[in-house]
């Protein structure tokens, strides 16, 4: 009976070892060498492409103040509906995996190998209506362009 009580003991001490904070780009660039080779918890939102390439994903994810670039396999990326831009409002994803501050795989890159990605919130489209002083302006200007064309070359024509 002992045995089962401390057995359940260690597992309940244990249950939130793999629960660590989220840490940030900046921290992560900043203490480099601490977080080097070590599993972190990243999040932010997805932006740019997301490059395929053998059975790997490449995708860089942004928090508020840098990004940065997550490798994982293909099938790991391919929830991913929306993708940061001009556009669009990336997914907001939450990065689990093993910071690499100069990864010898990737050419010296500093990088997530990711061994699990959730998306947190879904992206979305941002609206950009058309302004009507700007599609007046977008009009007018260029007749009165003209109108001034015209009216140069008829007074040097008659000089």
Known sequence: MKKIIFFILILLSTANAYAAPAVSSEELFKEAEKYDGETVIYKGEVIGDIMVREGFAWLNVRDKSDAIGVFCPKDMAGGIKYKGG??????????????????????????????????????????????????????????????????????????
């Open 86 to 159: 001009y556009k669009f409002r990336g997914d907001t994803v939450s990065v689990w995996g093993v910071f690499h501050r100069s990864c010898p795989e990737h050419g010296g890159d500093t990088d997530i190998h990711a061994e699990k990605i959730t998306i947190i919130q879904e992206g979305r489209a941002i609206p950009h209506p058309l302004e009507a002083g700007k599609v007046k302006a977008s009009i007018i200007l260029p007749a009165i362009a003209l109108g001034l064309a015209i009216i140069y070359l008829i007074v040097r024509r008659f000089r």
